[in-house]
């Protein structure tokens, strides 16, 4: 792998890593997860990374590590732990994070809701409520109104497509549905509370830019003409329709990238994650060239890998990040490049094994301890770029 010094990123692109509230905080009793952790069906966070009290020093790391971008999510269970009933002192402790960010220079990307809800939300049927869309919207628009001048770049949700296929088809994250008919209606449940948010947003003319991180994959066949169409339909319905439903009501695109599908010989053997998952970082750049067509800004929002060794992370950060700059060269509006995740933390039905940090949590002492990839990732954040 070489590097080349005439490739650079614009100035002003944000480079930092992602978080979210329940991997990471530690200490959240009162979602729907944790009910099913007390029921023994998922593994508890317990204190995660207690990142509720050390968030000073993991954004002293992130700065160390060359960030100057940060993305997190705020629980809406601390927010609004009982309906309609709204806890200032959460509100209080998310200022501090804000403070922490500012004052280290790092610009904050912010989730409002990332994956768990509250449990009395949950116990009233959740996203199957009638009036889900307003209850959703109504947490969003507390927070806007109480935080929303802290930070410029906000998303509603976390990959809903993702969420919805877990919790109301495969059924094996809360609620644990498998049904399809609610696992459609729930995904344009979140389209109109998006939009709902986001017209809130225009109403109130609040000075800021919201999306929703979306996972879109990429999907590829060997043009057998049953492989096309069936690479049609999947891009279509887990990477384009969501999209779709919320046209006009997004002012960027946060594209969480994963994964490669491929279908029909010859497949590729590809290298695996620590989750199974096969590695294959030009997906990042063919899904970047798959948004042009939204005309938005686009921020690569997640990308990353579990790998507890650290044996492949630098190399697929230096990839990823090559085909992300190849992306701008083709005429992606990429304006940002966040990692998935700052630290080791909880993934979700799996538990704390999937490390995917740039920092190793040792989860007995809340030790944190910088990957050497982490610091092949800092030379590219800093603009010593290295790419193949
Ligand atoms: O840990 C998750 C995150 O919560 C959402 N995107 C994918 C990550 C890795 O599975």
């Known amino acids: 792998m070489a590097t080349n010094a005439d490739k650079k990123f614009p100035d002003g692109f944000l480079w930092g890593s992602s978080t979210s509230a329940y991997q990471v905080e530690g200490g959240i009793v009162n979602t729907d997860w944790n009910e099913a952790a007390r029921q023994g069906i998922l593994p508890d966070p317990g204190r995660a990374d207690d990142h509720y009290h050390l968030f000073e020093k993991d954004f002293d790391i992130a700065v160390e590590l060359g960030h100057n971008a940060h993305r997190f999510s705020i629980e809406w269970a601390r927010i609004e732990p009982e309906e309609g009933v709204f806890d200032e002192r959460a509100i209080e402790h998310y200022k501090l994070v804000f403070d922490a960010l500012e004052k280290r220079h790092l610009t904050p990307a912010v989730t409002l809701w990332h994956f768990t809800v509250p449990l009395w939300f949950d116990k009233s049927g959740g996203f199957l409520r009638k009036d889900a869309a307003t209850i959703f919207s109504r947490y969003c628009e507390y927070v806007l109104d109480k935080l929303g001048n802290r930070s410029k770049m906000w998303m509603t949700m976390n990959e809903p497509m993702i969420w919805t296929q877990n919790a109301y088809f495969n ?26 948010v986001y017209q809130y947003v225009q109403a109130k003319k609040m ?16 043009r057998s003409p049953f492989n096309r169409m069936l690479v049609w339909f999947l891009d279509w319905f887990w990477n384009r329709r969501f999209l779709n439903k919320i046209k006009g009501h997004q002012d960027f695109i946060a594209l969480n990238q994963y994964f490669y599908k491929r279908f029909g010989e010859p497949r590729p053997i590809l290298p695996r994650s620590d989750m199974g998952w096969e590695v294959y970082p030009r997906s990042l750049y063919l899904c970047l060239m798959e948004l042009k067509r939204y005309n938005l ?37 990429l304006k940002g490049y966040f990692y998935w995740s700052l630290l080791d933390n909880f993934e979700w039905d799996k538990g704390f094994d999937k490390r995917f940090g740039l920092v190793e949590v040792q989860y007995d002492t809340m030790k944190r301890i910088i990957r050497p990839s982490a610091l092949v990732f800092k030379e590219i954040c800093q603009g010593n770029a290295l790419f193949i």
């Not at 809360?174 to 449940?189: A, E, K, T």
């Not at 919201?210 to 990429?218: S, T």
Request: aromatic content about 10%; proline content about 6%.
């Open 171 to 196: 059924g094996n994250w809360p609620p644990f549905h498998n049904d399809l008919v609610d696992y459609l209606r729930v995904i344009n449940v979140l389209a109109a509370a998006h939009k709902k």
């Open 207 to 222: 000075p800021i830019q919201l999306g929703v991180a979306k996972n879109n994959m990429y999907f590829d066949s060997n």
């Open 297 to 333: 800004p686009v921020y690569v929002m997640e990308n990353g890998i579990a790998d507890a060794a650290d044996t492949k992370r630098a190399a697929f950060i230096k990839e990823a990040t090559m085909w992300a700059h190849k992306a701008l060269e083709d005429g992606v509006p």
